[in-house]
Nanobody, 123 residues
Framework: QVQLVESGGGLVQAGGSLRLSCAASGRTFSRYGMGWFRQAPGKEREFVAAITWSGDSTSYADSVEGRFTISRDNAKNTVYLQMNSLKPEDPAVFYC????????????????WGRGTQVTVSS
């Protein structure tokens, strides 16, 4: 089992920045690919970003490419999502997830999920 706890969400003005963190406990964190997903009210959950076990490769949704950066610190069992230039369409509950695969963009390929952290953007 892997337990994931997100933090860092909050209210920010459009154009501002937030950094989300996801702390993992349980099985060996460094053996899991990690991802961030988000779900806005009335919408389906969507992929945001993913990173490989070692952090040497990443993948991003087109909507966040160039604005968001995913990273991880295996020594701290933590994955981060740095969000810059936040837009009014970015608000959602952001979830981190762990997969036994090297990296994945489909949510169904993830084995463990956190409970999410709310991000709100004011215009």
């Amino acid at each position: 089992q892997v337990q994931l706890v997100e933090s860092g969400g909050g209210l920010v003005q459009a154009g501002g920045s937030l950094r989300l963190s996801c702390a993992a406990s349980g099985r060996t964190f460094s053996r899991y690919g990690m991802g961030w997903f988000r779900q806005a009210p009335g919408k389906e959950r969507e992929f945001v970003a993913a990173i490989t076990w070692s952090g040497d490769s990443t993948s991003y949704a087109d909507s966040v490419e160039g604005r968001f950066t995913i990273s991880r610190d295996n020594a701290k069992n933590t994955v981060y999502l740095q969000m810059n230039s936040l837009k009014p369409e970015d608000p959602a509950v952001f979830y981190c997830a762990a997969t036994s695969l090297l990296i994945a963009v489909r949510g169904t390929l993830y084995d463990y999920w956190g409970r999410g952290t709310q991000v709100t953007v004011s215009s």
